[in-house]
């Protein structure tokens, strides 16, 4: 058994022991837990910096969209079994999945997520970086994906993301001051 299938089995294998943690990593397995931190944090951003919101939500949900296709294409590509039809000693909780399962399209998405709004808000990481954990491994633990399905999704959902928002910085219609740490620029004083 590869170190992936034993990694998988360990997490997976807690599932029934404790009720309280099934319901938890069921709600964070769920692709519906996104639409709550993220409407939350799109409010915050509206209301905190409405100019940069504007234009800073659609590219956002144009990572989604984009990396949701790729993360598609990949799996058509690398087409492998989802664990869930794979093993039939494992423990579901929710849907297998139709698809293929590297990568996690959930673990890039949030990840992608994290990393554009890292790149553009370093202090948000403390939120987003342990919601993207949870959610890659509850993917884990409820039998549909390997750990390497994460890590992967992980990782190509980081580095979209952060790139996409390293380009928004160097765009200057975003306003932003990118030899500045990324902070608004000053007020010019003209004349």
Known sequence: M??????????????????????????????????WPSGGAFAAWVLWRWREAL???????????VGDAIGAQIKLLIARPRPCRVFTDLHLIGACGKTYSFPSNHAMNT?????????LYPRSGWFTWPLVAAI?????????????DVIGGWLIGAAFGAGVAW???????????VSGGGQLPEARQDG
């Open 111 to 119: 990840a992608a997520a994290a990393a554009f709004l890292q790149v």
């Open 2 to 35: 590869s170190l992936d299938d034993t990694l998988l089995h360990a997490l997976n294998g807690l599932v029934g022991r404790w009720p309280g943690l099934d319901a938890v990593m069921s709600l964070f397995g769920q692709q519906q837990l996104l639409i």
């Open 136 to 148: 890659g491994i509850a993917r884990v633990y409820g039998g549909a994906h390997y750990p390497t």
């Open 167 to 177: 380009l928004l910085l160097r765009w200057k219609g975003f306003g932003r001051n």
């Open 55 to 65: 234009i800073g939500m659609p590219i956002l949900l144009a990572v989604f969209i």
